[in-house]
């Protein structure tokens, strides 16, 4: 695994929690992380059937636009009593508004009559530098849907997941607490274990 050299890395997001969660992150590595859209990039197309391809297509179009190296997560919940979804369209749930309040509630609305209320969140961290060389490292943590939604922390689902062992959802976590357990920071430790450790 090639370590990252510079101090510059493109944050490929558009989403300004998530984009603060990784700054968050990455503040102990000295890396300066900074926004696609900073740069005027226009989020491309998601095309991918997966996770861990729609994060490559997001890190390879910002490392190609901007000739530094890029780092994209794609991430989403998935529930198995509603076959996996939302999975891969998690943002899309929450229509052109971005409303995640939205998005929870047709969750919920889907899942009415089913007893299984298991979920997990998964990410997709992939690093790809301008020469188009690229690895991805995998994040995922178990746990079951509340309602009514819980907690004002957080972003996305995060108030109506509330992860095993734990009695608070992601949105009633303080923030150091969920980055310590969630499925961005596991996807986050394998990375930085590949490209900051022993160098």
């Known amino acids: 695994m090639r370590p990252l050299d510079g101090t510059r890395l493109v944050i490929a997001s558009h989403n300004p929690g998530k984009l603060k969660e990784i700054a968050e992150l990455l503040a102990p590595f000295g890396v300066e992380p900074l926004s696609a859209g900073a740069f005027g990039l226009p989020e491309p197309e998601e095309t991918g059937e997966s996770f861990e391809e729609n994060a490559a297509i997001k890190a390879q ?39 995640f309040s939205v998005a929870m509630a047709r969750v919920e609305r889907e899942l009415a009559g089913k007893d299984d209320r298991r979920a997990h969140f998964v990410c997709a961290l992939c690093l790809a530098w301008p020469d188009g060389d690229t690895a991805t490292f995998l994040g995922r943590v178990d746990g079951e849907l509340v309602w009514p939604p819980r ?32 499925h961005r ?13 022993g160098t």
């Open 61 to 99: 179009a910002a490392a190609e636009g901007t000739g530094l190296p890029a780092l994209a997560d794609d991430s989403g919940l998935v529930v198995p009593a509603l076959g996996g979804a939302p999975g891969i369209h998690s943002a899309r749930w929450a229509g052109p508004g971005k409303d």
């Open 185 to 197: 920071a596991q996807a986050f430790e394998k990375f930085v274990a590949a490209c900051f450790e």
């Open 151 to 182: 907690g004002e922390r957080g972003f996305g689902y995060d108030p109506m997941f509330r992860p095993e062992g734990y009695d608070l959802s992601f949105g009633e976590m303080e923030p150091r607490h969920k980055h310590a357990i969630s």
